[in-house]
């Protein structure tokens, strides 16, 4: 089976950190994604990538940015981590359209 | 564009009723269909999936099947469990090449004992 491992289950920073979520996918996945959850608003993507160092704005990217320099790790990056961050992030990958996503367990960031 | 649209919840059953979710769609091509389940505070899980029209997919007991006329694809189990009791979300893939799916807002289930 893929696994999605996130890095951390619970994370708490302060306004104005520069966070970092990392994700790792061990199975030759070509695309990634990021995801947040928020009560009542669903899954809205952040961004996501179809390949390395290749990098797509999804609906909601003000306040982030990506990096993927290998094909498995797939970063998101808070470069100044707001209240409003505060979320359910997660991290998704798949081979194919038709295959459908595998999750990670996601990480839920506390902004204080 | 794309659009998935859920039966808002939450769904509340009794231990062994008959459960149906339903999801319609839109889209312009020909998509592939899915049913993914959270349970509390974890990732989601790809639950099943259907490519093509009547195609069922099915696991662990729920099913659903590729309704192209009405474009549904609804969520059934015949007898559930408290174990069950989860969040559900229908999503869609594109096969005309986007690699986004697009997420239904998801349907909470409680199931009593």
């Known amino acids: 089976d893929v696994k999605v491992t996130q890095s951390s289950r619970y994370l708490v920073k302060r306004t104005g950190e520069k966070v970092f979520l990392e994700c790792v996918q061990d199975?030759?996945?070509?695309?990634m994604f990021w995801y947040r959850q928020d009560p009542g608003l669903g899954l809205r993507l952040i961004y996501f990538?179809?390949?390395?160092?290749?990098?797509e704005k999804g609906d909601i990217p003000e306040g982030y940015s990506v990096s993927r320099e290998k094909k498995e790790r797939f970063s998101l990056i808070l470069e100044s981590a707001s209240t409003n961050q505060t979320s359910m992030y997660l991290c998704?990958?798949?081979?194919?359209?038709?295959?459908?996503?595998?999750f990670g367990s996601g990480t839920r960031l506390t902004v204080v | 564009g794309d659009s998935v649209t859920q039966m808002e919840g939450p769904v509340t059953l009794s231990e062994e009723a008959f459960l149906t979710i339903n999801c319609t769609y839109t889209?312009?091509?020909?998509?592939?269909l899915f049913w993914y389940v959270q349970y509390p505070g974890e990732g989601l899980q790809l639950l099943l999936k259907?490519?093509?029209?009547?195609d069922k997919g099915s696991n662990k007991g729920f099913e659903a099947t590729y309704r192209k006329e009405t474009t549904s694809f609804h969520l059934e189990k015949g007898s559930v469990q408290v174990s069950d009791s989860a969040v559900y979300f229908c999503?869609?893939?594109?096969?005309?090449?986007?690699?986004?799916?697009?997420f239904g807002r998801g349907t909470s289930l409680i199931v009593h004992p």
């Open positions: 998704a990958s798949s081979l194919t359209e038709n295959y459908g996503y595998t």
């Open positions: 199975m030759d996945h070509e695309n």
């Open positions: 990538s179809y390949d390395v160092k290749m990098k």
């Open positions: 889209a312009t091509g020909y998509p592939s």
């Open positions: 259907a490519t093509k029209a009547d």
């Open positions: 999503a869609l893939s594109d096969q005309r090449g986007s690699y986004i799916p697009t």
